[in-house]
């Protein structure tokens, strides 16, 4: 399958899971979610092959944080079923990373310290805190506390301290948001290295546009709240800024964004 619109309902999904290559890191079928009284999604369908990558992309309060919070297994789905790795969702599932866009990084420990955190949790050796901070280019600033780094700085020590656990599923919510416009688009390289070097499965949901055509192999455009499923995109797109397929699938993607935002009209 090419660039294109793909059915947001099941089958497709369905259809990867049956391809001997294509087993499925996230499987969504029909996953709805409810704050009480308030809908946030419903009816989400989607599968993530193993070692591939996800960008999700909706308006505000469509429910991206909710989808995400929900493969993480912080809270069950209201309805549909949700399988991680070949099983339903379960908390505290060892190989799933989130990564929050307030860096979630401890002001009173170095970025060594912050790095090895999650390491020392789990009971492992701290050792691959500094594999991980050279891996994100920062090596140099493990023995620096948090308040003397820049924000591109904070984004890598977070994306350090989900590698070091060796995750094969990572999930980032609007990482680079806060970034000015270069700094963003070399994080994007670094997130995109980094993918290449380990084939990690990544759910990244963005407000932009560019960012889910830079780095997602499907791209999924949900609907104002409730999100639904306006668009499922398969793009070959991924890492090329420039390519005249980029800006098409940018063009294509944003449709769909109003569409969903017009109701279809
Ligand atoms: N704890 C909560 N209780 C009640 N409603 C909530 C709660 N958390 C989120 N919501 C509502 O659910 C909807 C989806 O929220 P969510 O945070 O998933 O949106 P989002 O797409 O991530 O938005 P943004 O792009 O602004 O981050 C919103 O309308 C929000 O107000
Ligand atoms: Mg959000």
């Known amino acids: 399958m090419t660039g294109g619109a793909v059915r947001p309902e099941g089958p497709r999904a369905s259809e990867r899971a049956a391809r001997p290559d294509g087993a499925l890191m996230i499987e969504a079928r029909s996953i709805s979610y409810a704050y ?6 419903r009816d989400v369908s ?3 092959p193993k070692g591939e990558t996800l960008a ?24 549909g079923q949700l399988r991680v790795d070949g099983a339903p969702v379960q908390p505290r599932r060892p190989g799933t990373a989130l990564i929050l866009q307030d860096y979630g990084l401890l002001p009173w420990k170095t970025v060594r310290e912050n790095v090895a955190l999650g390491l020392r949790i789990r009971g492992m050796k701290p ?19 948090p308040h003397q780094l820049s924000g591109g700085q904070k984004q890598r020590v977070a994306i ?13 919510d609007e990482p680079f948001s806060a970034l000015d416009a270069l ?45 639904q499923v306006v668009g499922l995109f398969r793009n070959p797109t991924v890492g090329d800024r420039r390519a ?22």
């Open 36 to 41: 009480k009284e308030t809908v946030a999604l």
């Open 46 to 48: 989607f599968g993530l």
């Open 56 to 79: 999700v992309v909706g308006p505000s309060g469509c429910g991206k944080t909710t989808l995400l919070s929900l493969i993480a297994g912080l809270m069950p789905s209201t309805a």
């Open 127 to 145: 050792d691959a805190a500094d594999q991980a901070l050279r891996e994100v280019g920062i090596a140099d600033l493990a023995g620096r506390w």
């Open 160 to 172: 350090a301290r989900s590698l070091a656990l060796g995750p094969d599923l990572l999930l980032m």
């Open 183 to 227: 700094t963003r688009e070399e994080m994007q390289d670094l997130l995109l290295s980094i993918w290449r070097r380990h084939r990690t499965s990544l759910v990244l949901v963005t407000h932009s546009i560019t960012e889910a055509v830079y780095l997602g192999q499907q791209i999924m455009v949900l609907s104002p709240r409730p999100g």
């Open 244 to 265: 005249a397929a980029f800006h098409e699938m940018v063009n294509r993607v944003r449709d769909a964004l109003e569409k969903g935002v017009n109701g279809g009209a």
